[in-house]
């Protein structure tokens, strides 16, 4: 009894001290030490323990991120991301070539999952295109399945679980150089690494699709959106690549604005799904598209893949991603207009 009695008037004690402490909205980081130390809060008349933040590696964030953490924001300003997403760009420039090799393949893997799931739920409706039904009639239904699950899902596995876009690194890449934390070297190897191994990833994915059967007697829906990626000029094709990663790079930044999963996977699924469901040229999930078409023997030659279709979308997509964000934020928020302005100042004094 003796033990008991000391336990609970031990309890009684720690809860009295837990009433008689301030009510906190949240932990308070401690920046010497990347630690927050346990506390008792009240919440609703609850005494609730306080449990510590998990460590973060040096460098991890930005001190844009770190910033945030310390004002208990969910969410990064317009500034404070293009500061991240920078500080992204630099670590990732960082990276020893066998790591962004293995992220550049599983990520055009998760892209091809996003992609398939496009077409063996939306393709499959009787409004999908090549079904040979009425497309006019709910043909907005077929775009709204074809663009709401897939992409996102596969967008989001990207930034959740680690895997580098070839899209996605233009903006990062560009949001860096400016920042003067890149080269233009390193934004080079880093698009071309990426770029090839995205297509390794999307070929690995093609082959296992096959050997699985799911495309069997479903590919008409595929075979049918790849003749209509090779039928338009390359113009088009051109103006297409510059909206889709415009709004792949917006997802891009948004993510990088949560710092929870809920808020990662809101900020990605609404613009990837519109990119999908208005149909825009993603340059990878492409790589994915023609590749699982001709598996399942569509007649589209080299020659029509790469010039009508792989080079447009290609550009388009770094100047989407490296000009409308990457370029148009750094002059925005970044170091560029106050370099500029310092050198036009040293100039009129000169003269």
Known sequence: MGTGDDGNDALRKTLTQGFNTQPTRGPT???????????????GGAVQLGLPMPKWPAGHHSAAFEAVAIKKSFVLSPAEIFAECAHHGEEKAKFPWYKITILCIIAGCYV?????TCMLVGGMLNQAPGVGLAIEENYGLYKLIFGAVGFPF???????????LYTSLCAYMMAAWWEGKVTVWDQLRMLLVSWWGNFVGCAIMAGLLCASEVYNHKSTTLIHVAY????????????????A?????IATWQANAAQDLSGKAIGIWLP????????????????????????????ITAEQFIWRNMIPATLG??????????????????RTPKLLGAWW?????KN
């Open 112 to 116: 091809s999952f996003g992609y398939t």
């Open 272 to 299: 990837i799904s519109a990119f999908a469901m208005i149909g825009f040229e993603h340059c990878i999930a492409n790589q994915f598209l023609f590749l699982m078409a001709w598996a399942q023997g569509a007649n």
């Open 317 to 334: 997509n770094w100047i989407g991603g490296a000009i409308c964000l990457g370029t148009v934020y750094a002059f925005a928020f970044g």
């Open 245 to 249: 990663n415009w709004l792949v790079g």
């Open 29 to 43: 980081r401690n920046m010497e030490n990347n630690d927050i130390p346990p506390r008792m809060t009240m919440n």
């Open 154 to 164: 596969g967008f989001t596995a990207i930034i959740v679980c680690g895997g580098e």
């Open 345 to 349: 100042d040293g100039k009129m004094k």
């Open 228 to 243: 209509d990626k090779v039928s338009h000029g390359w113009g088009a094709t051109f103006v297409k690549g510059i909206f």
